[in-house]
């Protein structure tokens, strides 16, 4: 493969966040032809743009590269298939292998099977070419391979990523139910918070748990590339060997670029456990000098004292469902109450709103919160007026990240937002 080759990727994303990964892929890759699919964006780039992504996304989750594409109608097509792969440009048998199959509509009894045969075929490739066949590792291999069957096509692609890229390298210490660092992105591209006084201004996150909304707050306002502390599986893979030199370049370049943020940042829990979680987190991100971590309930922690004339930014993932039980003011609200079958969010909610009103409407240039919810009445609930909603996923759960304006008197004008806004009900 030449440096100027161009490559079809399929980059991976959250349900609901292709319109902002479509964006961003725009700004890292402006010479790439971009186009957002479901579930991702089909880009066409050289190889470098492999390298950039993985390096630079904050929202995707792997990289793949296209490889082959056909129809099939049973496991022995999808051998054939990946037979008419040069899979000599991608590895030598001292690689470890690994392939995953995923599957929309197949019409196959049994994925493992259809699995194995593209395994034997990259197996028996290399062995009749250099008589030895590559190791299977299931944990860290060097060529992952994605085989994607659809009703009557399949797909061939090598992931250059590796593990998925919300695994910054950084999250150690872990709550219940934690929040995808990709998702806690996409929820801040979606605010149009980019951390500077002018796209959001200061951010506060009241239910912080283990640290992931604040922290990549704080590594975007820091200018951090969210991939620098992990290693890719592209690094093995034949056919980026020539760029190893442009890839210590790139890694060099966003070391430098790294500044001091131009905004406050805040983040705050009930539990003072998952405080020292987030707080160990962002030590470990470089980024806790840029955070002031408290403990304290969100219905009771007082709104942080903004510089004059800089608006803030209220960013949160609160308590739902499966997730994890509300705790604080409004759980000693029901254990109170007398009543066992009163769901503690029916009084946290409300309560969380009449606390913005009280301690979030004074600030000079105002509050701007922005809650991710399954709950699409979540509104009527909080008896406050959303301005927007974007759908997003949440891994299995559909969610609505609505905003809500905290401005005393009537409400403020929307900013213009994104493509993938939904009109309000």
């Given at each position: 493969?030449?440096?100027?080759?161009?490559?079809?990727?399929?980059?991976?994303?959250?349900?609901?966040?292709?319109?902002l990964?479509?964006?961003e892929?725009?700004?890292?890759?402006?010479?790439?032809?971009?186009?957002?699919?479901?579930?991702?964006?089909?880009?066409?780039?050289?190889?470098?743009?492999?390298?950039?992504?993985?390096?630079?996304?904050?929202?995707?989750?792997?990289?793949?590269?296209?490889?082959?594409?056909?129809?099939?109608?049973h496991?022995?097509?999808?051998?054939?298939?990946?037979?008419?792969?040069?899979?000599?440009?991608?590895?030598?048998?001292?690689h470890?292998?690994?392939?995953?199959?995923?599957?929309?509509?197949?019409p196959?009894?049994?994925?493992?099977?259809?699995?194995?045969?593209?395994?034997?075929?990259?197996?028996?490739?290399?062995?009749?070419?250099?008589?030895?066949?590559?190791?299977?590792?299931?944990?860290?291999?060097?060529?992952?391979?994605?085989?994607?069957?659809?009703?009557?096509?399949?797909?061939?692609?090598?992931?250059t990523s590796?593990?998925?890229?919300?695994?910054?390298?950084?999250?150690?210490?872990?709550?219940?139910?934690?929040?995808?660092?990709?998702?806690?992105?996409?929820?801040?591209?979606?605010?149009?918070?980019?951390?500077?006084?002018d796209?959001?201004?200061?951010?506060?996150?009241?239910?912080?748990?283990?640290?992931?909304?604040?922290?990549?707050?704080?590594?975007?306002?820091?200018?951090?590339?969210?991939?620098?502390?992990r290693?890719?599986?592209?690094?093995?893979?034949?056919?980026?060997?020539?760029?190893?030199?442009?890839?210590?370049?790139?890694?060099?370049?966003?070391?430098?670029?790294?500044?001091?943020?131009?905004?406050?940042?805040?983040?705050?829990?009930?539990?003072?456990?998952?405080?020292?979680?987030?707080?160990?987190?962002?030590?470990r991100?470089?980024?806790?000098?840029?955070?002031?971590?408290?403990?304290?309930?969100?219905?009771?922690?007082?709104?942080?004292?903004?510089?004059?004339?800089?608006?803030?930014?209220?960013?949160?993932?609160?308590?739902?469902?499966?997730?994890?039980?509300?705790?604080?003011?409004?759980?000693?609200?029901?254990?109170?109450?007398?009543?066992?079958?009163?769901?503690?969010?029916?009084?946290?909610?409300p309560?969380?709103?009449?606390?913005w009103?009280?301690?979030?409407?004074?600030?000079?240039?105002?509050?701007?919160?922005?809650?991710?919810?399954?709950?699409?009445?979540?509104?009527?609930?909080?008896?406050?007026?959303?301005s927007?909603?974007f759908?997003?996923?949440?891994?299995?759960?559909?969610?609505?990240?609505?905003?809500?304006?905290?401005?005393?008197?009537?409400?403020?004008?929307?900013?213009?937002?994104?493509?993938?806004?939904?009109?309000?009900?």
């Open positions: 493969m030449s440096r100027a080759e161009l490559l079809n990727l399929f980059v991976s994303c959250p349900g609901g966040v292709e319109a990964l479509e964006q892929l725009r700004a890292v890759l402006p010479k790439g032809k971009i186009e957002a699919l479901r579930g991702g964006c089909a880009v066409r780039a050289e190889a470098e743009g492999v390298l950039i992504i993985n390096l630079e996304s904050r929202l995707a989750q792997r990289v793949l590269v296209e490889l082959i594409e056909g129809g099939y109608r496991e022995d097509d999808l051998y054939a298939l990946a037979r008419q792969v040069d899979w000599e440009r991608w590895i030598t048998p001292r470890t292998i690994k392939v995953d199959t995923t599957a929309h509509r197949s196959l009894k049994s994925l493992n099977f259809a699995t194995l045969r593209v395994k034997d075929a990259i197996c028996d490739t290399l062995r009749d070419a250099t008589g030895e066949r590559p190791s299977v590792d299931t944990y860290a291999p060097d060529l992952p391979v994605v085989l994607h069957v659809g009703e009557e096509r399949a797909a061939l692609y090598v992931d590796g593990e998925p890229l919300f695994k910054r390298g950084w999250r150690v210490d872990k709550g219940d139910a934690p929040l995808k660092e990709t998702l806690a992105a996409a929820m801040l591209a979606a605010a149009g918070w980019k951390g500077t006084p796209t959001g201004g200061a951010l506060h996150d009241p239910c912080c748990g283990s640290g992931t909304i604040p922290i990549e707050a704080a590594l975007i306002a820091s200018g951090a590339a969210p991939g620098i502390m290693r890719f599986a592209f690094e093995a893979q034949l056919p980026f060997q020539p760029l190893q030199n442009r890839w210590a370049e790139l890694k060099r370049a966003a070391q430098a670029r790294v500044h001091a943020p131009a905004v406050p940042i805040y983040a705050s829990d009930v539990a003072f456990r998952m405080v020292d979680f987030a707080r160990r987190n962002a030590e991100a470089g980024v806790a000098q840029y955070i002031q971590f408290n403990g304290g309930d969100a219905l009771e922690r007082p709104a942080p004292q903004l510089p004059e004339g800089m608006p803030g930014t209220l960013m949160m993932n609160p308590p739902y469902g499966e997730r994890i039980e509300v705790r604080g003011k409004a759980a000693a609200v029901r254990e109170h109450s007398g009543s066992e079958q009163r769901d503690a969010t029916d009084d946290f909610f309560r969380l709103a009449s606390h009103k009280r301690g979030y409407t004074q600030a000079s240039a105002g509050w701007t919160a922005w809650m991710l919810s399954p709950d699409m009445k979540l509104p009527t609930k909080m008896r406050l007026k959303e927007r909603r759908p997003m996923w949440n891994g299995p759960i559909e969610c609505r990240l609505f905003r809500f304006d905290l401005v005393a008197g009537s409400a403020r004008a929307p900013r213009s937002e994104v493509a993938n806004a939904e009109p309000n009900d």
